[in-house]
Nanobody
Framework: QVPLVESGGGLVQAGGSLRLSCIAS????????MGWFRQAPGKEREFVAA????????DYADSVKGRFTISRDNAKKTVYLQMNSLLPDDTSVYYC??????????????????WGQGTQVTVSS
């Protein structure tokens, strides 16, 4: 298991920015591809972004491409999600997750074994 703790959520006006962080404990973090998902009230949890264990490959949902950036610092065992030009539709609980393989399946929830508790992001119009 890779225990994960998210932080950085909050309330922001539309057009603003937030940076989410996810700190992982455990010695295998650098070997795990990481992902961010989000879940709005009454909706299913959806893929936001993923990053390979080296950080050289990334993938984004179409709805956030060009606005969000995923990155990682393996020395700090931390993955980040920089969110710019936020929209009210981005309001959700954001979760980070640790997977086993980066690739076409990285958009699927089943590709991730470990999940954080989530951090709330609220974007006001």
């Amino acid at each position: 298991q890779v225990p994960l703790v998210e932080s950085g959520g909050g309330l922001v006006q539309a057009g603003g920015s937030l940076r989410l962080s996810c700190i992982a404990s455990g010695r295998t973090f650098s070997a795990n591809p990481m992902g961010w998902f989000r879940q709005a009230p009454g909706k299913e949890r959806e893929f936001v972004a993923a990053i390979s264990w080296t950080g050289t490959s990334t993938d984004y949902a179409d709805s956030v491409k060009g606005r969000f950036t995923i990155s990682r610092d393996n020395a700090k065992k931390t993955v980040y999600l920089q969110m710019n030009s936020l929209l009210p539709d981005d309001t959700s609980v954001y979760y980070c997750a640790a997977g086993n393989r980066f690739g076409p399946t990285s958009r699927a929830r089943l590709a991730y074994a470990d999940w954080g508790q989530g951090t709330q992001v609220t974007v006001s119009s």
